[in-house]
């Protein structure tokens, strides 16, 4: 039996992960709401480690509000650092505890084998981002590249890798790019506008039949970015690589694994409205015209020199999300 404990339920990839293990007949699987375990709450964070006495925690939760970070930092890094904090804290603190009953069963029953001390303790497997790096390579970011964030969320993120490694059994999964059926993300959004875009077409088009002239029945282009290029990451495809990269029983530390191949958003929105069917042009934007709050690498693919588990092709997740959408649609109708 491994008991997990999931923060951050409710987002992209507590979901994938709870979705993943719920087909595990020997998990056993605690989600940590914000409602209920705020991770800047020192007590209630340790009531709830103490509770789930996880052999293994997938800390998904994060302030993931990338440009609201440029005006809140302190917010961010509350959350990112401080939070993350407190689960070492917390893991701490119930290894400490004698009748602790945990460890040699989990994933990673074999990591550091029996003369590691540390190899019982429960492992921290945090998500930190590609936002670490400040995106001016030309070639994929591996592991040991120094990061050098440009963003408050991009510090507040490589705070809280720092964080997690302070734990001995600590991983740090950098991930890019995320996308999953639930949420809020731009697969998502790029569905919404285009499919808005394609219904205001056919409303002119109406208003044209019906004699009213001057209206283009074709729908109005979307605007994108084309100067940032990075690896899109379906979240349950990234969900099933960290639980492979676990079985393995890996050694503390950094590992990249993101949607393989590289694109720019420019080319993704091309990707999901031919996939979706929506006949939607995508013209490109720059960076600069866009004007968000926070800076963001131009170049920020992932690849591991760690041996991490690789995934599919980004497009093989765009096409898997859309399927899924469309299933959810069809199932609430
Ligand atoms: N999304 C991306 O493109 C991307 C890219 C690279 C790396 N990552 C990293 O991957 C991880 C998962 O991302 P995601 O997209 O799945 O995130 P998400 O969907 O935004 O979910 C984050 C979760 O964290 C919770 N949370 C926020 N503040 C909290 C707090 N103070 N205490 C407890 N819980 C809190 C949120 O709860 P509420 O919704 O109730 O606030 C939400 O359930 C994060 O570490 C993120 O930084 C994401």
Not at 204 to 220: D, H, K, Q, V
Not at 235 to 240: D, Q
Request: a negative charge.
């Amino acid at each position: 039996m491994t008991r997990w404990l999931i923060t951050g339920a409710g987002g992209q990839l507590a979901t994938a992960f709870a979705d993943l293990l719920a087909g595990d007949p020997l998990a056993t699987v605690t989600l940590m709401r914000e409602e209920e375990t705020d991770l800047r709450d020192t007590d209630a964070v340790l009531r709830a480690v103490r509770a789930a006495a996880p052999d293994v925690v997938l800390h998904t939760a994060a302030y993931t509000a990338v440009d609201a970070a440029e005006s809140d930092e302190a917010t961010a890094l509350a959350v990112n650092d401080g939070g993350t904090a407190n689960l070492v804290a917390a893991l701490g603190h119930l290894a400490a505890r004698p009748d602790a009953d945990r460890g040699t069963h989990g994933p990673d029953a074999g990591r550091g084998g029996h003369s590691d001390p540390d190899a019982d303790l429960p492992l921290l497997v945090s998500f930190s981002s590609d936002y670490v790096f400040d995106g001016h390579k030309d070639r994929p970011y591996v592991e040991s590249d120094e990061p050098s964030p440009q963003s408050a969320y991009g510090r507040s993120k490589l705070a809280q890798e720092r964080a997690t490694l302070a734990w001995p059994a600590g991983i740090v999964v950098r991930t890019a790019w995320l996308f999953s059926p639930i949420g809020t993300n731009f697969v998502k959004t790029i569905v919404r506008l285009a499919g808005e875009r394609v219904a205001q077409a056919r409303e002119r088009a109406g208003g044209e039949s019906l004699g009213i002239p001057n209206i283009s029945p074709r729908p109005t282009p979307l605007r994108v970015v084309d100067d940032q290029v990075g690896s899109p990451t379906y979240a349950p495809h990234l969900a099933a690589g960290v639980v492979e990269l676990l079985l393995r029983g890996p050694a503390p530390g950094i590992y990249h694994i993101a949607g393989s191949g590289a694109c720019s958003w420019l080319e993704l929105a091309r990707e999901i409205v031919t996939r979706a069917g929506l006949p939607v042009e995508v013209l490109p934007q720059t960076t600069a015209e866009l004007g968000r709050p926070a800076p963001r690498p131009a170049y920020s693919a992932l690849a591991s020199e760690r041996g991490a588990p690789v995934l599919p092709p980004w497009h093989d997740g765009v096409a898997a999300c859309l399927a899924a959408l469309a299933g959810d649609a069809k199932e609430s109708t």
